[in-house]
């Protein structure tokens, strides 16, 4: 028995190919899950909250400061008080009942007149970035407002430097994701999610509803099976990855830097990983429950660890190691990377390879671990 | 060497499950062309010993060859020349009746796989049913697709663990009838089965417990080798009868059958006595014991009635 046949592999295609085609609802599935995650996290996580609690120190009254403070408040984000003193604005930011305190300098208004462009500082809550995300990106166009309706700096030598400068100071998280970086990780996570549980349920399916014994009395290689079950999958996974980025792209506004047909091309390397996975937890566990129970186990460590919910450097050496590992923390990279900073192939690639050798240790795992006999 | 006119030729075969023995040293062999038996209680051993000489089990003990090739070594060529029907329905339900022949076609890599195909369903009288999904079908013709499906690359041996259970008496005659004509042609089968009238149609019957042959031969070799007596009694109340009888001693078993009382027991004068005590007002004669009356007496030897 030869130990691989293009031919018997064709059988296989063809045969997998048909049974995806029979079970229309799980396609349908295949597209409304992916869809319906992007919408409900994307949304979720992509609101642009308004009315922010944020509290104004003042460290002398000052009349341009109301002019700072009424452009706040215009811009819609920020629902601005002013605070009494220091302590208060410590103990609201730090139980989480303002999300911003305002420093207003003392001599705001004298140093504006001279041109020295003061600088307001403002405190953030970082703990929940997305939250702040809009609101301190939106100060920088305010700057720019309030240079015209401040009054002119008298002195000609500054008039190109600002009035002011608003100065951020993030607390508690000092990497903050923004919304553009959260979209492309959520292609990959639930690109991930959804292409992990379609092989993972493969074979255990076949021993569950008897075929596998006949299958196995025939002469088939472990490796023609895996192939055969993991490349029509490959194809759904695209069509998922269309869907995504249609709905990321036009829905959620995500820009597109770089190459999609680079990015496709990459994508693929990355769905086999997780096809090949979860065919990998197909072989080993005993029934399909068991394996779903795997793959669910594995969903939230790739989630987590992966950068997407928490920034990667922030996190200690053995998650970053372990994030290292993992498909999804090299996918986002590059979708990031591909999307997000127009990167190329050079770029990528110090990321494509991981990805390659995970898939690569898992196949074997995978071809190690099926069993040609009943035992 | 094995004599080439042994398809089957194994020895000492053992299984273990756990600490459970399940084939504990079985030795057989079938000669080309013969359509062999297997009968024995659910767990005898039968599908284990079945899946061992294919290649799906790998014996513990023992060894042998099955079509003259080693069956711990060669397993692979062996599945290659065996067709292998399982107990259950193995094939995929979501697939077509040619769908499904198709994939055997292609996984065993048949020259011309189209006409292969074709030309099978013709001779199995599928033809009809090529498109209809395999999960359709009723259970008489999900049983002839799957021997269809086993048969499709030619083997010399074809092992069919419970071909016909629960499928309909014309369906499993003409299961029969296949099997035979396949025979015929020179192909060797075993075929495990609960059906008596199925077991008369071997040409050996090799009944198994508790993981070895306990007797084997032609039907006639294996009711004469027992050598139960079996009486018929006709009259009324025949259950009244049936009960009583059933008590005494020497009576391994007491059915009725419509209106006959049909007894079985290895002991003649204790029988003489159960009819002349517990038989009284009923009319008996002697009769030549079935298949089935040795059958649970084997049965009730390997586990006495409680």
Redesign the interface.
């Known amino acids: ?1 030869t130990a691989f ?1 293009l ?2 592999l ?3 295609l ?2 997998e190919w ?2 995806v085609k ?2 229309p609802m799980t396609l349908r599935l295949i597209v409304a899950l992916p869809v319906m995650q992007l919408l409900i996290f994307g949304y979720a996580i992509n609101s642009n909250p308004h009315d922010l609690p944020t509290g104004v120190l003042m460290a002398q009254p000052s009349t341009y400061e109301r002019t700072v403070v009424a452009a706040l408040r215009n811009s819609g984000y920020y629902r601005v008080r002013t605070l009494s003193s220091e302590r208060e604005a410590e103990e609201g930011i730090a139980q989480g009942k303002l999300l911003f305190v305002v420093n207003v300098p003392p001599g705001f208004d004298r140093r504006v007149d001279r041109g020295e462009s003061p600088a307001i500082l403002i405190d953030t809550d970082g703990t929940d970035p997305t939250a702040i995300g809009y609101a301190t990106a939106a100060l920088g166009g305010l700057t720019d407002v309030l240079a015209r309706d401040l009054p002119p700096v008298r002195r000609a030598a500054t008039a190109t430097t600002a009035p002011f400068r608003f100065v951020v100071h993030t607390r508690y998280n000092p990497e903050q994701l923004t919304v553009l970086n959260v979209v492309p990780g959520l292609i990959c996570v639930v690109l991930m999610m959804s292409t992990l549980m379609l092989t993972t349920l493969a074979i255990t399916r076949e021993r569950e ?12 290689r472990p490796i023609e099976v895996m192939l055969a079950k993991i490349a029509p999958y490959v194809g759904i996974g695209y069509l998922q990855v269309l869907i995504i980025l249609l709905v990321a792209v036009g829905l959620l506004h995500l820009p597109i830097h770089g190459s999609i047909v680079l990015l496709f091309a990459v994508l693929g390397l990355f769905i086999a990983s997780n096809l090949a996975l979860g065919i990998t937890y197909s072989t080993l566990a005993a029934n399909q429950m068991q394996a779903q129970q795997m793959a669910q186990f594995t969903m939230l460590p790739f989630m987590l660890l992966s950068g997407f919910v928490f920034p990667f450097q922030g996190m200690p050496r053995w998650a970053r190691v372990v994030g290292e590992i993992m498909p999804t923390t090299h996918a986002m990279r590059i979708v990031r990377g591909v999307l997000l900073k127009g990167n190329g192939l050079a770029e990528i690639l110090p990321e494509l390879w991981p990805i390659a050798l995970f898939t690569g240790c898992t196949v074997v795992i995978a071809v190690r671990f099926y069993r040609e ?3 | 060497m094995t004599p080439p006119d042994y398809v089957i030729d194994v020895r000492d075969l053992r299984k273990d499950f756990g600490t459970r023995r399940v084939v504990d040293g079985l030795t057989l062999r079938v000669p080309k062309g013969e359509v062999c038996g297997f009968l024995g209680a659910n767990g005898s051993g039968k599908t284990t010993t079945i ?1 061992m000489l ?5 014996p513990d003990g023992g060894s042998g060859t099955c079509l003259g090739l080693d069956i711990l070594r060669d ?3 062996i ?2 020349q ?1 067709g ?1 029907m ?1 107990q ?8 077509t009746v040619s ?1 499904n022949l ?8 048949l020259p011309d796989a189209p006409a292969a195909v074709a030309d099978i369903m013709d001779r199995m009288g599928l033809r009809d049913r090529a498109g209809q ?1 395999a999960g359709q079908l009723s259970g008489g013709w999900k049983q002839r697709l799957a021997l269809t ?1 086993c048969v499709l690359h030619r083997p010399h041996l074809l092992l069919l663990d419970e071909p016909t259970a629960g499928v309909d008496v014309k369906a499993r005659r003409a299961f029969w009838d296949l099997i035979h004509d396949l025979a015929g042609g020179g192909l060797t089968v075993l075929v495990s089965t609960h059906y008596m009238d199925e077991a008369e149609r071997c040409a050996r019957i090799v009944y198994l417990a508790g993981g070895r042959i306990v007797i084997q031969g032609s039907a006639a070799e294996v009711v004469g080798r027992v050598g139960l007596v079996t009486f018929e009694g006709t009259g009324v109340p025949i259950e009244d009868a049936a009960r009583r009888i059933r008590a005494a001693p020497g009576v391994e078993a007491a059915t009725v059958l419509g209106r006959v009382l049909h007894i079985a027991g290895m002991d003649r004068a204790l029988l003489d006595a159960a009819m002349a005590g517990y038989g009284a007002g009923l009319t008996w004669r002697e009769v030549d014991p079935r298949l089935e009356d040795v059958f649970i007496h084997l049965l009730d030897e390997e586990e006495p009635p409680r």
């Open positions: 028995m046949s031919r018997r064709r059988a296989l063809r045969k048909l049974q029979r079970d509803r008897g075929t596998m014994e006949n299958l196995l009395a025939m002469p088939v006999t009943l035992d | 899946r294919c290649g799906l089990l790998a397993a692979p060529l599945r290659r065996v292998y399982t259950r329905f193995s094939l995929y339900e979501d697939l769908e198709d994939l055997v076609a292609g996984l065993y890599e999904l499906a």
